[in-house]
């Protein structure tokens, strides 16, 4: 019988896939590291980022600057805020700074911000604008609203060839950790 270069192709892609799948077990967790200059980047691409709430609000939040919580397992960003009320054309202007931390969505191949937690909010003319009843209400209002806008913000998406190579070699999905030298994706051998 002929070996045809058809058949050849067949068995090695054949074999190769069935190496492919057993190397995660020999080769044990595969890890990648993005340091913080390069996550800042990486968030900077993403905004800023515009939501309306409510048909009445527009949310601008912009200008990332990124600090590592490695204690937490968490991001800490500082960023600019712009709320603009469409009824009253009132528009405010300030900054905040949050706690996020990231996990790895496979169904999207996406890496999204989880569990926004607002710490500090100060808007100039919060006071001026005269719809809030104290100040303390509207730190706590605003600071809900840029949770609800950036809470399952993606802010990337793996190529599906990379994603393709990671599940065709038997790993599980990254996991996200976030390490004092970065952003740490770990990506273990599928159980």
Known sequence: MAITRRRVLGGVALVSG???GAC???LGPRRVVYSEDELAAL???RFPVDKRLMEWLDVEVSHPKVRLLPEDN???LG???ALRDRLFTTRLQGRLRLSTALAVRPEDRSLRMRQVKVHDWAVDGLEDAGRW???LQGQRLGGLLV???LEDLS????KDSDWQRLTDAGYAPPQVRIQPQGLELLAVPRA
């Open 74 to 76: 968490r991001l800490e």
């Open 18 to 20: 069935s190496l492919l």
């Open 43 to 45: 968030l900077a691409r």
């Open 155 to 158: 802010i990337y998406t793996f």
């Open 147 to 149: 949770e609800r806008v």
């Open 79 to 81: 960023l600019g805020v």
């Open 133 to 135: 009843p104290s100040r």
């Open 24 to 26: 995660a077990s020999v």
